[in-house]
């Protein structure tokens, strides 16, 4: 079982929905990153948090330490969204970051 | 301020040959971590460096190497290649060494293809 498991694993959506992707993890963490990945392999760091809620325009990222999950919510989504976004987290033992395997996001017009 | 920045950003290379990637991180960042990402794998933690001593390392064999230098850019090595190694290289760099409670900014990758 993987340290740090995504659902769902690929999201198509229509413009204007509203997003929700899942993140759960098995080890002791100190802080999760929410990852954004465009075709080409660019990536960029949405957010990273170790308690409660963050919110960076449309897009909102929540952490339950206590129940080892945490969610990404993107709202009135846009194809410009469509993506790969990758949870990871910073191994409280180790300082190193682990991933998920990530969740593919096509947004539709 | 400029991002991080690699090179090359595509490399084709033969097996049992050797690689060496460059990371030059945003100005100021001390840390630079590097990652491999493949189809089958995901994102791999390969290692950290800050300030010129490695302080991290992930699960690879020591055919991987790396280094950095006084200025922060950092060099991966990857010698004898197997075709396994073809995968996105990415480096991030930080400004402290520490993925806690600092964002990395990732550079566009080296994509290497062993043939």
């Known amino acids: 079982k993987n340290e740090v498991e995504q659902s769902p694993q690929n999201l198509t959506a229509q413009e204007g929905e509203f997003i929700t992707i899942n993140c759960s993890y098995s080890v002791g963490i100190s802080a999760l990153h929410w990852l954004q990945q465009h075709p080409g392999g660019g990536i960029v760091s949405l957010f990273m948090?170790?308690?409660g809620k963050k919110k960076h325009g449309r897009l909102i990222a929540t952490i339950n330490i206590q129940e080892k999950h945490s969610s990404l919510h993107i709202t009135a989504s846009h194809p410009r969204d469509s993506a790969v976004y990758i949870c990871?987290?910073?191994?409280?033992?180790?300082?190193?970051?682990?991933f998920g395997t990530g969740t593919r996001l096509q947004v539709f017009p | 301020k400029a991002g991080v920045t690699q090179t090359p950003r595509y490399l084709i290379k033969t097996r049992g040959q050797q690689v060496t990637l460059s990371c030059s991180p945003i100005s100021g960042h001390r840390s630079v971590s590097w990652y491999q990402q493949t189809p089958g794998q995901g994102l791999q933690f390969l290692f950290e460096y800050f300030s010129e001593t490695q302080r991290n390392k992930g699960n690879f064999p020591g055919r991987f190497s790396g280094r950095q230098f006084s200025n922060s850019r950092s060099e991966m090595n990857v010698s004898t290649l197997e075709l396994g190694d073809s995968a996105l290289y990415l480096c991030a760099s930080s400004s402290t060494g520490t993925t806690t409670y600092n964002e990395q900014f990732f550079g566009p990758g080296t994509r290497l293809t062993v043939l």
């Open positions: 990871a987290v910073s191994s409280y033992n180790t300082d190193k970051l682990i």
């Open positions: 948090l170790s308690s």
